[in-house]
């Protein structure tokens, strides 16, 4: 299996700053024959479900905020939260998409310094 | 705009089983990629399974085998779950959600069903 690895597990940024989360894939997730990479980025809110925010982990979904955005290719990556909001506080995970089992990280919760 | 409605909180003994449903509203049940997703508490979302109604043939994570089946009823539009020979660790929030295209990225969430095992 895909060990998806989350870091920090918490992390307390002050409103208006930025937020930089990480994930870290045990084995690529870059499928070679069309250059994607098979990663997603989720938000979850207390007592809500996941939301997809980030997909080929670096493509916006509708309706979700520039100021979120996602980088990195193979193995790294990164979800960043620009002008962080107090809306934003939550938990946030990764998902690789690239093959079975379909695995997510164990999430970082971001909180308001 | 697709709705995932699932069914409501369960408490189940060690040993039984149990049965969750979804159904969806605003798509079309038969070609829907649906999938199961569970979430035990303070843990990451665990991928379990998926089922194209139109192919019928579910796929399940290896981790499941033998113990869960996912099922559609297309007279009613109605997704199943059943897990088998439950533990205390299969206490959970268990998720459908529809995996967009050919791809488990998932793009659209039920409410969630609590399953708690307990004696």
């Known amino acids: 299996d895909i060990v998806m690895a989350q870091s920090p597990d918490s992390l307390a940024v002050s409103l208006g700053e930025r937020a930089t989360l990480n994930c870290k894939s045990s084995?690529?997730?870059?499928?070679?024959?069309?250059?994607?990479?098979?990663l997603a980025w989720y938000q979850q809110k207390p007592g809500q479900p996941p939301r997809l925010l980030i997909y080929?982990?670096?493509t916006r979904e509708s309706e979700v905020p520039d100021r979120f955005s996602g980088s990195g290719s193979g193995t790294d990556f990164a979800l960043t939260i620009s002008n962080l909001q107090a809306e934003d506080v939550a938990v946030y995970y990764c998902?690789?998409?690239?093959?079975?089992?379909?695995?997510f990280g164990q999430g970082t919760r971001l909180e308001i310094k | 705009q697709l709705h995932l409605v699932q069914s409501g909180a369960e408490v189940k003994e060690p040993g039984t089983s149990v049965k969750v449903s979804c159904r969806p509203f605003?798509?079309?049940?038969?070609?829907?990629?649906l999938a199961w997703v569970r979430q035990a508490p303070g843990q990451g979302p665990e991928w379990m399974g998926r089922?194209?109604?139109?192919?019928?043939?579910?796929n399940y994570a290896q981790k499941f085998q033998g113990r869960v089946s996912i099922t559609a009823d297309e007279s009613t539009s109605t997704l199943y779950l059943e897990l088998r020979s439950l533990t205390p660790e299969d206490t959970a929030v268990y998720y459908c959600?529809?995996?967009?295209?050919?791809?488990?990225?998932?793009?659209?969430w039920g409410q969630g069903t609590l399953v708690t095992v307990s004696s």
């Open positions: 959600a529809r995996a967009r295209n050919s791809d488990h990225l998932f793009d659209y």
């Open positions: 084995q690529s997730v870059l499928y070679s024959s069309n250059d994607k990479n098979y």
């Open positions: 605003g798509g079309t049940f038969r070609s829907l990629s």
């Open positions: 089922l194209i109604p139109v192919f019928g043939t579910p």
């Open positions: 080929w982990a670096s």
């Open positions: 998902q690789q998409y690239y093959m079975t089992p379909y695995t």
